[in-house]
């Protein structure tokens, strides 16, 4: 690679070739176009709030380490401007200094050859891990989290104000203290969905024999149980359950294996619903994959969640789409193979179908049904079959 610039991005260098030319602010207000900018640490952003719904990049100057002026305004167009784009520190930043800018916003970091040379990939991608506690990115997006854990840190207040015993920590230490805290009563379920992933390799990372359950309802696409199998294989797993229906409830109530045409509602009952409710009563909290940006209803969720019978570990819940992709890059992950087809939201074979561009990823499931929801609600310490229609997964 050459050295005149690299990008840091994941914790791996990249080419920063594409990086050069980019138009200083005055340039490119003048110039009325482009989609990149690159900014000094002192600039107005009030200047600036116009032109960010047409820019993709802005690279924020770094003139050395130890001016710090950049992390403040990656702050101030995440949290005051809502600038969902990428953001790039750039200048010679050290590793020391990489958790910091990706809480505060930064996406990546832009090193000349000369620093790079001194600290190279490794230490990069190190520094990724090297704050664990304060991982989870630390900025609001419109919609997004209602607290950050940058905020968090340093205001205790808000810390017993959210009534959440795990504020503030990153996934990993999430599921490490659950472990010790619901000791051999934690369990993850996993659907095998196209972010599934991302909690299977966590949990394998901190126990592999933490126990796993999956509902394997018998309708599965092949890709999906391939794909288990290979993460299972991959990630080490030793406890991974596969959930399957009664046998003789399928032989009386689906003995043509058609009645998700029929009656889906039914079909979920025999195949997801009462499977479930016979082995997760033994546990005492479970894994979620849930994240607050994904609905209304989760804008609030801690990540340690206690009421009813069982409680819920959201590790995941302060993350953004945008977090599962660093995740799984930083890993090397592989997807689900089923994406790459067009299923951006993947549940049994015949219940599924390819999601068009600009539809939202769940409109392929039970798609032309009222249905939207496979059933599966913890309520008053039972697994019953939901009334009311709601637009988001259990897991
Ligand atoms: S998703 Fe479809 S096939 Fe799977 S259990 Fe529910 S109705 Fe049956």
């Not at 920590?169 to 379920?189: C, F, N, P, Q, R």
């Not at 199998?229 to 229906?245: A, K, S």
């Not at 409710?277 to 033994?282: E, F, K, L, Q, Y």
Request: aromatic letters at 8%.
């Amino acid at each position: 690679m050459a050295l005149d610039a690299v990008l840091i991005e994941d914790g791996h260098a990249k080419n920063a070739d594409h990086l050069v030319d980019i138009p200083d602010l005055a340039t490119f207000i003048a110039a009325n176009a482009g989609e990149a900018v690159s900014l000094f640490n002192d600039v107005d952003l009030g200047a600036l709030a116009p032109q960010l719904p047409k820019l993709k990049t802005i690279l924020v100057d770094f003139p050395s380490f130890a001016d710090g002026r950049g992390f403040s305004v990656a702050r101030q167009l995440r949290k005051t401007h809502g600038f969902t784009g990428q953001i790039i520190a750039d200048g010679p930043l050290i590793p020391d200094q990489y958790s910091m800018a990706l809480q505060c916003g930064f996406d990546a970091v832009r090193v000349d050859g000369a620093t790079y040379a001194r600290q190279a990939e490794s230490h990069w991608f190190e520094a990724m891990d090297a704050f664990k506690s304060a991982y989870q990115r630390g900025y609001t997006l419109k919609n997004g989290p209602a607290t950050s854990v940058f905020d968090a840190r340093h205001t205790s207040v808000k810390a017993l104000a959210s009534n959440d015993p795990y504020f503030g920590y990153s996934a990993e230490k999430a599921i490490e203290t659950a472990l010790a805290d619901y000791d051999g009563k934690l369990v993850l379920a996993s659907s095998l969905g196209v972010d599934s992933v991302v909690l299977l390799h966590m949990v394998a990372q901190i126990d592999k024999s933490v126990p796993i359950i999956f509902l394997d309802t018998g309708k599965h696409f092949r890709e999906t149980l391939s794909y288990r199998d290979m993460l299972i294989d991959d990630l080490g797993l030793t406890d991974f359950r596969n959930i399957r229906p009664d046998p003789k409830a399928l032989g009386d109530e689906d003995p043509t294996g058609m009645l998700h045409a029929a009656d889906p509602d039914a079909c979920c009952n025999l195949r997801k619903v009462r499977p479930l409710d016979g082995v997760i009563s033994g546990f005492e909290a479970r894994i979620t994959g849930r994240k607050r940006y994904q609905t209304p209803d989760r804008h609030d969720m801690p990540i340690l969640e206690l009421g009813g019978r069982q409680a819920k570990v959201n590790p995941l819940a302060y993350w953004e789409a945008k977090d599962v992709t660093r995740y799984m890059r930083k890993h090397d992950l592989p997807p689900h193979p089923m994406l790459a087809l067009g299923f951006l939201s993947i549940g049994c074979q015949p219940c599924t179908t390819r999601v068009s561009e600009g539809e939202d990823p769940r409109a392929g499931r039970w798609r032309n049904s009222e249905k939207t929801e496979c059933g599966i609600h913890y309520i008053d310490g039972k697994w019953v079959p939901m009334e009311s229609k709601k637009t988001f997964e259990v897991f």
